[in-house]
């Protein structure tokens, strides 16, 4: 049993001479009870390291052929096993639960279309930075990533495809069942597989595609349902995102931006925009550019009674500062929000 330089992570691994690689399992230690992924079966000192990290309360499977040890470890520890709820009645074990995309606090499974089977999916935590893939990716030749002969896949362009949910310049690691495992560079290594494997529709996403999330603030005054597009299709200098804004909804704080320049597109609805030289309704068709600096401080909102969709665009800069007038914040490179010496929350003040 091996720890990793990320925050509750563990490997335990088999070398197999007649794949020329390494298969690997993972343990998450973490308040709620530890998770297995893909479990091997474990040597007993392997055992004795796992019962020493307080056991495993949830086992977590990819799909069907990684199953491995996971009856074994279910029985010794008295974890429960969960699976995609596709993929479930594919095992040999009974499955005690199933999942769809919010597997636990923390963590999202993600479905793979074009897989070995029909429910087989990775998991990302929550900020994006790690994402554990079962044999969906091989981490062979080590350092670079490749896929299973196409004969045992689905669809290897629909593989290529969902993968793209992975496709993140957030993602730093790429933990992987069989193979070597990518601790850094994970990004530009999924871009080389998906662009060779996926070719130009890679690059494209239509808008009846779209995934939409929602999010808001503890008190509802700021909610929207957005869905990423930039990022899902490659993009990394310049963003773009699509947003279903609700009547008397906001969408974010009055802010402006040190270097990213922004240009909001309305697709329906009449949202409104608030600046410091007044506040101004918008309808479909309208573009509207923010400049950077304070002249281009701006907040958008829905005064209306019906739905709004803005399409928002925007320049990607890793080294950013926002400004937010109305509570006197800063948000430094993304990372860190501060009003004098201060971290606050995001919505602190607004």
Request: charged share 20%; glycine share 10%; no cysteine.
């Given at each position: 049993?091996?720890?990793?330089?990320?925050?509750?992570?563990?490997?335990?691994?088999?070398?197999?001479?007649?794949?020329?690689?390494?298969?690997?399992?993972?343990?998450?230690?973490?308040?709620?009870?530890?998770?297995?992924?893909?479990?091997?079966?474990?040597?007993?000192?392997?055992?004795?390291?796992?019962?020493?990290?307080?056991?495993?309360?949830?086992?977590?499977?990819?799909?069907r052929d990684h199953e491995r040890g996971a009856a074994a470890m279910r029985e010794r520890f008295g974890a429960?096993?969960?699976?995609?709820?596709?993929?479930?009645?594919?095992?040999e074990l009974k499955v005690d639960e199933t999942f769809d995309r919010q597997v636990m606090p923390g963590l999202s499974a993600i479905p793979l279309e074009g897989a070995k089977t029909p429910g087989e999916v990775a998991f990302l935590t929550e900020d994006r930075a790690v994402a554990i893939v079962?044999?969906?990716?091989?981490?062979?030749?080590?350092?670079?990533?490749?896929?299973?002969?196409?004969?045992?896949?689905?669809?290897?362009?629909?593989?290529?495809?969902?993968?793209?949910?992975?496709?993140?310049?957030?993602?730093r690691t790429l933990l992987l069942g069989d193979g070597a495992s990518l601790y850094v560079g994970a990004d530009d290594a999924l871009t080389a597989l998906?662009?060779?494997?996926?070719?130009?529709?890679?690059?494209?996403?239509?808008?009846?595609e779209l995934e939409y999330e929602f999010s808001s603030d503890v008190d509802g005054k700021y909610a929207s349902r957005d869905a990423e597009i930039g990022w899902s299709i490659g993009a990394r200098r310049l963003g773009y995102q699509m947003v279903r804004l609700p009547a008397g909804a906001h969408f974010c704080p009055m802010h402006s931006h040190d270097k990213e320049e922004e240009l909001f597109?309305?697709?329906?609805?009449?949202?409104a925009v608030r600046t410091p030289r007044g506040n101004l309704q918008l309808?479909?068709?309208?573009?509207?550019?923010?400049?950077v600096g304070a002249r281009g401080?701006?907040?958008?909102?829905?005064?209306?009674?019906?739905?709004?969709?803005?399409?928002?665009?925007?320049?990607?800069d890793d080294d950013e500062v926002v400004y937010y007038p109305d509570s006197r914040k800063v948000l430094v490179c993304r990372r860190r929000l501060m009003m004098r010496q201060d971290t606050l929350d995001y919505f602190d003040g607004e």
């Open positions: 049993m091996q720890g990793l330089a990320l925050p509750g992570l563990h490997m335990w691994s088999q070398w197999q001479p007649d794949r020329g690689m390494f298969f690997s399992s993972f343990l998450w230690v973490r308040e709620g009870g530890n998770v297995a992924f893909d479990p091997l079966p474990l040597s007993d000192d392997d055992a004795r390291a796992v019962e020493a990290l307080g056991g495993v309360a949830t086992i977590l499977l990819t799909n429960r096993v969960l699976s995609s709820r596709a993929e479930a009645e594919l095992f079962g044999d969906a990716i091989l981490g062979t030749p080590a350092g670079a990533l490749s896929f299973l002969p196409d004969a045992k896949l689905g669809d290897p362009v629909a593989l290529a495809l969902s993968l793209r949910r992975l496709w993140s310049p957030r993602l998906l662009e060779t494997r996926g070719g130009p529709a890679v690059n494209r996403v239509n808008v009846d597109y309305v697709i329906e609805g009449r949202p309808r479909p068709g309208d573009f509207m550019a923010f400049p401080a701006h907040q958008l909102l829905n005064e209306s009674d019906a739905d709004a969709l803005i399409l928002l665009l925007g320049a990607d």
